[in-house]
């Protein structure tokens, strides 16, 4: 699995936190996201990737 | 095989279009839309777009190919007239006559028109159309009243105060945002509005237009070149008024999307939904929910199976409002429980009832938000989220 967050286009709303609490961070300083794991729940990734507004988050299975 | 009928071509109708086709549903798909713009992204209307050096356009929800590569039949610029679902139809404004085997209805809302309220120095900001025209009435700097400390009244207030107006809002109730965070909480949100001169007055009730600006019921004139009007939005649902689907602030439907008619469904602005974790049945007019919603009803019509989980995420909503973002999850009440912090850069607020968290509001602190997000959908109680929140605004 590859996960990828075009930092360019994050705006920090976070619903990728939401949908995938164990993969997802964002930083308060920075107001993007992080990543904390290089993998995870295939479909809350999947969720996290489609509820993000900007479409910031890529995966690869 | 009839398929489906989309009615409203915005986040929640494309967003069953491409449900549909994720969960293998091989019927004709047909997206039916008023407006004539390939559909868009809404939120950017109040935000980016009324900015000077930001493109004139919003992003587009799927590019033109996607529609193609996906089969989804795309009808723009037409608008659904009546509802005839005994003969499982819908009639279009040209007189067309559409059959389907599923409806949804996907109509979205409109922004509430005060009455008094009009001429040509009078804005609304729903559409696209809306918002490039209030754009271009930016462009020169004058003197903007905005009426009602809404979400969007606070961005439009906010992006034309940056580009240099003079900016007075203009509330009926007595503090901003009350109708989604209550009396209390909304403070946290303007702080910059006041910092950069913004005029908030609160308890001020606005009659009418007059040729010098807007008249208070007591008869006093705030002056102004524009006039916003941010008084909410009204539910899409006239045209559907003798059609046979219950209605009632928005489409009735449960927690599947499911209306009093077998084979329509509703999601988005339009339609209210029973909330599985909230246990509320209201209408809510935010981004996430549309799509989860367009989701769930996607994937119960192209399953044939609406058993499961139904709605059951906190509604969740954000915001922009200067350099600073605000997000919102879960449902307040007027007398909801209200615990605040700020901490100079960052603030959080925890709404509650009874024993139970029920929001949790930041600003400027996406991390808290996703935190209090799991919180709320962990049911966690009052006590336990107090002190969370005092640790984590330490
Ligand atoms: C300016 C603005 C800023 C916003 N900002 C945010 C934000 O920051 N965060 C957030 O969470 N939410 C925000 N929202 C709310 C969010 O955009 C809506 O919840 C979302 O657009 C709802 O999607 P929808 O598809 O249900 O309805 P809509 O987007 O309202 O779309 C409905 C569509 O149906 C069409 N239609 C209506 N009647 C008919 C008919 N009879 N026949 C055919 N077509 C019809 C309409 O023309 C429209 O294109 C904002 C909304 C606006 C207007
Ligand atoms: S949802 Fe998208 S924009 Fe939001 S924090 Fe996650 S990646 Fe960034």
């Not at chain 2, 899409?236 to 209605?247: A, P, Q, R, Y």
Request: charged share 25%.
């Amino acid at each position: 699995m590859k996960i990828t967050v075009d930092l360019g286009r994050c705006q920090g709303y976070a619903n990728c936190v939401a949908a995938a609490p164990d993969v997802f961070d964002v930083d308060d300083a920075t107001g993007k996201a992080v990543l904390l794991a290089a993998e995870g729940d295939a479909a809350e990734i999947r969720e996290a990737a489609r509820s993000c507004p900007v479409a910031a988050i890529g995966m690869e299975e | 095989m009839r398929g489906v009928t989309i009615v409203g071509a915005s986040l929640a109708g494309v967003s069953v279009a491409e449900g549909l086709r994720e969960h293998g549903y091989q019927g004709p798909v047909r997206l039916v839309g008023a407006e004539r713009h390939l559909p868009y992204d809404r939120p950017p209307l109040s935000k980016a777009l009324l900015r000077a050096d930001e493109p004139e356009d919003p992003p587009l929800l799927r590019p033109r190919s996607w529609y193609d590569d996906n089969e989804v039949e795309l009808l723009l610029g037409r608008r659904a007239t009546a509802l005839e679902a005994d003969r499982s139809a819908v009639v279009l404004d040209d007189g067309e006559r559409l059959a389907w085997d599923h409806l949804v209805i996907a109509t979205g809302s409109r922004a509430r028109r005060l009455p008094g309220l009009d001429g040509p120095s009078v804005h609304h900001l729903r559409d696209l159309d809306d918002a490039r025209r209030l754009r271009g009435v930016l462009a020169e700097p004058g003197r903007l009243v905005v009426l009602g400390a809404g979400f969007i009244g606070l961005e439009a207030a906010a992006a034309a105060a940056e580009r240099g107006w003079t900016v007075t809002v203009l509330e009926r109730e007595p503090a901003p945002l009350v109708r989604v965070l209550g009396p209390q909480a909304g403070a946290l949100c303007v702080r910059t509005h006041l910092a950069r001169g913004i005029d908030l007055r609160f308890g001020a009730a606005v009659a009418e237009t007059c040729p010098a600006g807007v008249r208070l019921e007591d008869g006093s004139v705030v002056p102004a070149d524009a006039v916003l009007v941010g008084a909410g939005a009204v539910p899409n649902t006239d045209w559907l008024s003798g059609g046979g689907v219950e209605v009632d602030d928005g489409v009735v439907c449960d927690a599947h999307g499911r209306t009093s008619r077998p084979g329509v469904w509703a999601a988005g602005d339009a339609a209210r939904w029973r909330n599985e974790l909230t246990g509320r049945h209201r209408r809510v007019e935010q981004w996430t929910s549309a799509r989860d919603q367009a989701a769930l009803a996607a994937r119960a019509i192209a399953t044939g199976d609406a058993g499961g989980a139904g709605w059951a995420g906190p509604p969740y909503f954000w915001s922009d409002l200067f350099e600073h973002k605000v997000q919102f999850c879960g449902h307040a009440e007027p007398d909801s429980t209200v615990w605040t912090a700020h901490d100079g850069r960052r603030s959080l607020a925890l709404f509650g009832r009874g024993e139970q968290l029920e929001a949790v509001l930041t600003v400027d602190a996406p991390r808290l938000l996703g935190l209090g997000r799991r919180k709320l959908a962990e049911r966690t109680g009052w006590a336990e989220a107090v002190a969370w929140a005092k640790e984590a605004m330490q």
